[in-house]
């Protein structure tokens, strides 16, 4: 596939108002790349200030919350200026064993249908540009379930499925699809997790060098490197693996 140009390009990323976040990881390497602009998404936009003032007038703060449908479905014509959509809004709900029905549906929600709906949204504008891509920040956790994240794990699997799918059905228009599959990420999300972790600015560059390379899978840390390719020659091994782990 076609690789992308972070410069001069125009980026929508969700989730990018934790300080620690990969969402604003990734905002700040697309200003250091040249990207002209950066819509930056977050549901209480008070929490983007810093980030706007650090843009210097290429970042421009939106309020979404990515399971707002009807905010969802008006994106694409808000934002026609869009070439590069970044899904990375997520959710790890309550740790239990056996799973959680409310915990697994709101997972759901911000995991996988919020990425559908809003890769839905923008396709038809992307689809005018002569370079555009979707990235999406699914999880290694895609490919193998592990003790603590029973319901977030099968949630980032439907999100890989989903990957799968938009990359079939965006090439034709030129899309770029990128699925990002990060091992322990050194974020808010992760706190719990004692496992050694990649700095979320190490995940950041890593996106941006696939999109500049057309590359479509981006295993960042370690971790992710080990266990995908644990996965590739063996997965009932590495399940037997993770499911021994301890989680905290
Ligand atoms: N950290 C890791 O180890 C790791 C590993 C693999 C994949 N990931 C994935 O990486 C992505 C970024 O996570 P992170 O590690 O940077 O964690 P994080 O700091 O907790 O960031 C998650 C972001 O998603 C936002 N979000 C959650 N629900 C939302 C909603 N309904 N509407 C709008 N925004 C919402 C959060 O906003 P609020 O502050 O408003 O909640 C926050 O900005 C996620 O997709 C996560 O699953 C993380």
New binding site residues.
């Given amino acids: 596939m076609t690789a992308f140009q972070t410069k001069n390009s125009v980026a929508f990323v969700?989730?990018?108002?934790?300080e620690?976040?990969?969402?604003r990881a990734v905002v700040r390497a697309l200003l250091k790349r040249g990207a002209r602009k950066v819509y930056a998404t977050?549901?209480?936009t008070s929490q983007l200030v810093d980030l706007v003032r650090e843009g210097e007038g290429r970042v421009v703060a939106v309020a979404?919350?990515?399971?707002d449908e009807r905010a969802i479905a008006a994106l694409g014509e808000r934002f026609a200026d869009v070439n590069l959509v970044v899904n990375?809004?997520?959710?790890?709900g309550n740790p239990a064993p056996l799973g959680d029905a409310s915990a697994a549906a709101q997972e759901m929600r911000?995991?996988y249908t919020a990425p559908m709906l809003i890769t839905q949204s923008f396709a038809p504008i992307l689809a005018k540009h002569p370079s555009s891509a979707v990235v999406n920040?699914n999880?290694?956790a895609s490919f193998v379930n592990f003790p603590l994240g029973t319901t977030y794990a099968a949630s980032k699997a439907a999100a890989h499925s989903l990957t799968q799918a938009q990359r079939r059905e965006l090439a034709p228009a030129g899309i770029l699809v990128v699925g990002v599959y990060?091992?322990?990420?050194d974020?808010?999300?992760?706190d719990a997790i004692k496992l050694d972790k990649a700095s979320?600015s190490s995940v950041a560059e890593a996106v941006l060098d696939a999109l500049e390379s057309g590359t479509e899978y981006v295993y960042p840390d370690p971790i992710s490197q080990s266990w995908s390719q644990a996965h590739q020659a063996d997965a009932k091994a590495l399940e037997r693996e993770v499911a021994t782990m301890m989680f905290p």
Avoid: E
Wanted: no cysteine; aromatic share 2%.
């Fill in positions: 969700t989730g990018t108002n934790r620690r976040g990969i969402g977050a549901r209480d979404l919350d990515v399971t990375n809004a997520g959710l790890f911000v995991n920040v999880s290694i990060p091992g322990p990420t974020t808010d999300m992760a979320p």
